[in-house]
């Protein structure tokens, strides 16, 4: 028999066929271009091959405490919801909920800290700079990528899409699976993180020698675009990115900012990269912000079109998360009895 039995009527045969995708985002404001290009624009792409599970990861955004309050953190959760389907994930298919809808996330993640040596958490350096920004840094925040290991083992997944910033979580994630796999018998899967090849590191307009982050964004001007800004303000940011003060527009040699302008526009017209060397080659670099406003522009029309026809009904988005916290929980409360069984609790 086949992979995929064409002849088979029940929707859970071909579901359980397709590989498993997860990923998740914080819910700690409105999503921006990074997020889209390196992970959401990767999780719509291919989603069709996949069983996906998208979560918003409501329980890691309160590792920063100083940052939540109720109404907003409830907020930004439906925001990230309905931006998940904006972008094109099909909530028909795939599987959108809230992390703290499920309550076998923080169940296994205890377990997952028991068997996770403090030295490993110790050397992921989002802690570090997390840490380094926050004013108190909670043991939350020390413990967060045991709570992503749990996101990610519960349901078993093949692939983690995801930025480049979460290489050492995904690969401590395989560790940290692997260990428990040694104390207890083999039964977690080891997951892949998907990586884009260009634009998996979207940096700052207002400084390319950092990371795009939607808590820089919030207190920084200038830094990101996010998914719901109009046109003027697309465009004041983009002519307003740094860049330097020569000409040199080619992948190789350009500048931090440069680069990141021609990687953007690479992700988003999926021209080639001769082709767009050639394009901008000796023109200033004017011309090549002038262009990307307009590129950046019409990619997020029809997201926010869509953006607001979704949030127009908020008993459609109660629908989705309702339904998705049922399936999610389905397939998460199995998992952990059969942890609980191996562990003995
Ligand atoms: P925060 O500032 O709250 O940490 P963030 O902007 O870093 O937020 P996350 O919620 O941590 O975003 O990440 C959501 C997804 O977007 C992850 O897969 C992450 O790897 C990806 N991502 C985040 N920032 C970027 C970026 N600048 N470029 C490419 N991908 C990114
Ligand atoms: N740590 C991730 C968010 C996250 C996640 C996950 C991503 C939490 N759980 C599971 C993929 C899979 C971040 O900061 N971007």
Redesign the pocket.
Known sequence: MSVIDQTAPMPSTKVQSRKVV?????PTGVLHIGNYIGALSLWAQEQVKYQNYF?I?DL?ALTIPENIKAETLRANARTVAALYIACGIDPEDSVIFLQSQVPAHPYLAWILTCCTPMGWLERMT?FKTKSEQAETVGTGLFVYPAL?AA??LLYHADY?P?GED?RQ?IELTRDIAQRFNNMFGEYLKLPEGLYRKSGARVMGFDDPTAKMSKSLAETRKGHAITLLDPPNVIKKTIMGAVTDPGSETRFDHASPGVRNLLELYEVLTKESRPAIEEKFGGKGYGFLKKTLVETVTEALRPIQEKYQEITSDPAYLDGVLARGAERANAVASKTLEDVRQLVGV
Request: no cysteine.
């Open positions: 997860l990923s998740g985002v914080q979560m990861v890691h989002q992503q996101d990610i983690v995801v979460q979580h």
